[in-house]
């Protein structure tokens, strides 16, 4: 079936980058999606990218896609107290937007 | 536009009560999702509907649970004879979807849901 898989817990001085990596068993998902959620919170969609991308770039934020290793990241860029969260990957496929999700990375901001 | 919005926003229920959560969609949206969410664990897909036909249900929604969305706007999702793992945040999201075009998923902040 389908899975998502994400390491747990990432630590990264302030100002470094941060890269959350992520893996999929689904080849034909159509969509890819990190999610980041703070405590107490709802789930903020930060960005998404289509299978048939490679790269997707929004300001401190870059996804890179390997579609043949179902490998997914994200990297933030001068990584902030408030970039301190929870973080998801999700993907669906284009048959019924179902969206499956990762149990999260949690980031943790050191001084 | 108001965003997803979920209500109650908590709620604390005895063991064996039953509640209902009420999710209002972003209007216009035609996908209307239930996710649960329990501690340290990623959103679990429960059921979906495409206006107010139910498409999909998760076998993690047994027979305690159920889901409307009678006229296609709002949903709610009500779970009978609590139990205590039942204890969880409930999330909605929604979405369009027409022919083959989809739209981004949006979520609500979630209802959480203690049973003592």
């Known amino acids: 079936g389908e899975d998502v898989e994400q390491s747990l817990f990432l630590s990264v001085r302030e100002g470094d980058s941060s890269v959350i990596n992520c893996t999929y068993t689904d080849s034909s998902s159509t969509y890819l999606y990190w999610y980041k959620q703070e405590p107490g919170a709802g789930l903020q969609l930060l960005t998404y990218i289509f299978s048939n ?8 934020l870059t996804v890179l896609l390997n579609k043949k290793d179902k490998h997914l990241s994200l990297r933030i860029a001068d990584t902030q107290t408030g970039d301190s969260a929870i973080y998801f990957c999700a993907e669906s496929g284009n048959r019924d937007d179902k969206i499956i999700f990762g149990k999260g990375t949690r980031l943790h901001i050191l001084p | 536009d108001t965003g997803v919005s979920q209500d109650p926003r908590h709620k604390i229920t005895k063991r064996g ?25 990623g ?10 036909a139910q498409l999909e249900k998760s076998r993690l929604l047994s027979d305690r649970f159920s889901a409307e969305r009678p006229k296609g706007s709002f949903s709610t999702l009500e779970i009978q004879r609590t139990e205590q793992g039942d204890s969880a945040m409930y999330l909605c999201a929604s979405s369009t979807r027409f022919g083959g075009i989809r739209n981004t998923i949006y ?7 203690t049973v003592v």
């Open chain 2, 43 to 52: 959103p679990e897909f429960l059921t979906y509907f495409q206006n107010e």
């Open chain 1, 53 to 60: 991308m490679d790269m997707k770039q929004d300001q401190r």
């Open chain 2, 107 to 113: 979520f609500g902040e979630g209802s959480w849901l």
């Open chain 2, 17 to 41: 009560q039953n509640v209902t959560f009420r999710c209002d969609p972003i209007s216009e949206h035609n996908r209307l999702y239930w996710y649960r969410q329990t501690l340290g664990q």
